[in-house]
């Protein structure tokens, strides 16, 4: 592709060179420089790549994007663009290069502080079940046609993340579905992207501090300007702060919420638990009129739900296909059941830490269950404030602890539950629980000493797919371990 074609919508000023130059591909990792590519200058939070521009030049790149001045007059051979941000500049350049590819599918963008993750799951199950070919980038990674790829940022940076769109296209995909982040929007990672729908789930502090946020009112305003950039907002109308988030939005708004005046509006909240489901059904009104059961657990899914029901009918979706999509979706990692047994239920969730192991077991202990048994370790080379928060709040949430190993990495294990111990006894001097440093066997441990109506959490790995054990990652994924093991055993 030519320069000039891949400039195309990027204000700019050719400092040198001719915008005729052939470009092959779009790079920012010095590293990657060789002929016929293009090298973006980026002023990161730790280093600047303008210091690099001068090599690539001598490595043959055929063109370079700076954002500020700097003296290549010695290497005429190479064309150099200035633009007033190279991130920016980035973003629309990736989107040329592979076809503007977001301009050929519906675009979804969810934004705030929590539920970003299950609520677009929630969503990607309501279009799948409405025959929708849905491609999903998010912190669980990029699933789309039955595939599925790790990402480094809840959001990627824009060059992937108009790749990825453009394998959408290609593998057939007729709707993007992504968790829009703070840092995504401020960073330019998502510059150039117009969605037919943004969605705002709630929004707490977060992400303050040293290379992120200055403040909650930046954070609260980045994260507002996804509003500006969608055709339909739906947003929940109950949070404090969507009337300053809002503030300058320029798309029409859908609300859901618990407030009277909400477009779809939850009544009727309750609890529901058999041996393979563990969730809430609840009535919506407004808008319109109608019952939804949701296969997870706690007040928190009905406002996620509230968002996906909300974005269906943006969207035109069949009442049938909103039903069939919030009942069967599952969030791998994310209060995540495992049917092995119909004494007991068990579920694996990401939580590990003392904040989210409060909210899981503050949701769990809802449902009124025979006992609350939670599996948990912390992992090593960490903070040892985690593990005494975490005990802490087991000694008191839970009837029984079963201590084990999470990624020890290059601690020792009986060291980490020794910590977690002053923790326990912090938070009740009587607490009931056992040691068990390998975590298979904890698990195993878990199933054989179940009682009936018990509720069993086990938490801290979700969904990952390995135990790192003195450094050394081995697979472990505990679904399918649970699985196994009830089949060995043949457990009903």
């Not at 130059?21 to 293009?38: N, V």
């Not at 001045?69 to 005429?76: C, K, Y």
């Not at 449902?367 to 948990?376: I, T």
């Amino acid at each position: 592709m030519k320069l000039e074609q891949l400039l195309e919508g990027v204000p700019f000023t050719l400092a040198q060179g001719s915008l005729d130059t052939e470009i092959s591909d779009i790079i920012y990792d010095s590293r990657k420089a060789a002929p016929g590519l293009l090298f973006v200058c980026i002023v990161g939070t730790q280093r600047d790549s303008h210091e690099f521009a001068a090599d690539c030049a001598a490595k043959g790149v055929s063109a370079l994007v700076i954002q500020h001045d700097i003296d290549l007059s010695a290497m005429p051979g190479v064309t150099v663009v200035k633009v007033e941000s190279s991130r920016y500049a980035m973003a629309l350049m990736s989107a040329n290069l592979f076809g503007n590819p977001s301009r050929k599918m519906t675009m979804i963008g969810v934004t705030g502080t929590k539920g970003k993750t299950t609520t677009t799951h929630m969503i990607k199950s309501v279009l799948e079940a409405a025959g929708r070919k849905v491609g999903m980038i998010g912190t669980n990674g990029i699933y789309y046609m039955g595939r599925h790829k790790e990402t480094a940022n809840t959001t990627p940076e824009s060059y992937e993340l108009q790749k990825t769109f453009r394998e959408f296209l290609d593998a057939g995909c007729d709707t993007a579905l992504m968790e829009v982040s703070s840092q995504g929007l401020m960073m330019d990672r998502v510059a150039g992207v117009h969605y037919n729908v943004g969605v705002f789930t709630n929004l707490s502090p977060d992400h303050i501090g040293p290379g992120e946020h200055k403040t909650f009112e930046e954070y609260r305003s980045w994260k507002g300007q996804l509003f500006k950039r969608c055709d339909v907002g739906v947003v929940n109308i109950d949070d404090e702060n969507t009337e300053a988030l809002l503030e300058g939005h320029t798309c029409r708004l859908v609300t859901y919420g618990r407030a009277e005046q909400a477009d779809y509006r939850e009544t009727g909240f309750e609890l529901l638990r058999t041996h393979d489901f563990l969730g809430v059904k609840f009535h919506v009104t407004g808008k319109d009129e109608m019952d939804v059961k949701v296969n997870m657990p706690g007040e928190f899914s009905v406002y996620n739900a509230l968002a996906a029901l909300a974005v269906g009918k943006v969207l035109g979706l069949p009442d049938q296909a909103i039903h069939d999509g919030l009942g069967k979706c599952v969030v791998k990692g994310r209060v995540e059941l495992v049917p092995i047994s119909k004494k007991f239920t068990i579920l694996l969730d990401y939580a590990h830490n003392e904040v989210s192991t409060e909210s899981l077991l503050t949701t769990l202990r809802a449902y009124k269950p025979h006992r609350l048994v939670v599996v948990f370790g912390c992992g090593g080379n960490r903070s040892k404030l985690r593990r005494y928060g975490m005990g802490e709040i087991c000694a008191k949430m839970a009837d029984f602890s079963i201590l084990t190993e999470d990624n020890n990495r290059f601690e020792k294990v009986e060291d980490i539950l020794a910590d977690i111990r002053v923790g326990m006894n912090k938070g009740n001097p009587d607490a009931k629980f056992v040691e068990i440093p390998d975590r298979l066997d904890a698990l195993h441990y878990a199933v054989d000493h179940a009682q009936e109506g018990d509720l069993i959490a086990v938490i801290g790995k979700g969904h990952e797919t390995y135990r790192d054990r003195e450094g050394v990652k081995t697979p472990f994924l505990e679904r399918e371990l649970l699985e196994e093991y009830a089949q060995q055993i043949g457990l009903e």
